[in-house]
T-cell receptor, first 110, second 113 residues
Framework: QKEVEQDPGPLSVPEGAIVSLNCTYS??????FMWYRQYSRKGPELLMY????GNKEDGRFTAQVDKSSKYISLFIRDSQPSDSATYLC??????????FGAGTRLTVKP | EAQVTQNPRYLITVTGKKLTVTCSQN?????MSWYRQDPGLGLRQIYY???????DKGDVPEGYKVSRKEKRNFPLILESPSPNQTSLYFC????????????FGPGTRLTVT
């Protein structure tokens, strides 16, 4: 069993839809949770960075962490074609031991 | 512009021919790391460095070497590349205070025949 599980998709939605991306994990020691966005032929870029449980909002993006269920989510409101990318969840215990999900490929159709 | 650079971006080589992929960052970050990305497996950490002269193994270090002689540079060395090292490689850096906020380079696509 992988430490971090992420549905690879692909996920296709119409423009304006709410997108929900999810990851589950097995190691209860994880306490830092990140979401990265990776465009084709580019390196990942950090979208959201959260510590422990709870919600964090940044514009159209909301990250949720439920440590009791070992489950994290990223919601994208009013999705745009420019949001089409692969989304990677990542987590760590202390920061230097990052574990990444395999990534979910998202396409937002105009 | 704050950035992480990698060279080369694309490399095709043959089994056993030593190669080095360079990585440089201009953000004065203490932490640097190398990852490989393979389909279905996501990003896996190869080696990381918390500061100059301090390096440690990640999840998949076999067949790789690194060195950190200067803060800005963190080269990845493949002494004797094999076909199973064909992959997309990323270098990343981060301040020590916020290790999860990693800045990634553009990637190096390596093919070993």
């Amino acid at each position: 069993q992988k430490e971090v599980e992420q549905d690879p998709g692909p996920l296709s939605v119409p423009e304006g839809a709410i997108v929900s991306l999810n990851c589950t994990y097995s190691n209860s020691a994880f306490q830092y949770f990140m979401w990265y966005r990776q465009y084709s032929r580019k390196g990942p870029e950090l979208l959201m960075y959260t510590y422990s449980s709870g919600n964090k909002e940044d514009g159209r993006f909301t990250a949720q962490v439920d440590k009791s269920s070992k489950y994290i989510s990223l919601f994208i409101r009013d999705s745009q074609p420019s949001d089409s990318a692969t989304y990677l969840c990542a987590m760590s215990k202390g920061g230097d031991d990052m574990r990444f999900g395999a990534g979910t490929r998202l396409t937002v159709k105009p | 512009e704050a950035q992480v650079t990698q060279n080369p971006r694309y490399l095709i080589t043959v089994t056993g021919k030593k190669l080095t992929v360079t990585c440089s960052q201009n953000m004065n970050h203490e932490y640097m790391s190398w990852y490989r990305q393979d389909p279905g497996l996501g990003l896996r950490q190869i080696y990381y460095s918390m500061n100059v002269e301090v390096t440690d193994k990640g999840d998949v270090p076999e067949g790789y070497k690194v060195s950190r002689k200067e803060k800005r540079n963190f080269p990845l060395i493949l002494e004797s590349p094999s076909p199973n090292q064909t992959s997309l490689y990323f270098c990343a850096s981060s301040p020590l205070a916020t290790l999860g906020e990693q800045y990634f380079g553009p990637g190096t696509r390596l093919t070993v025949t």
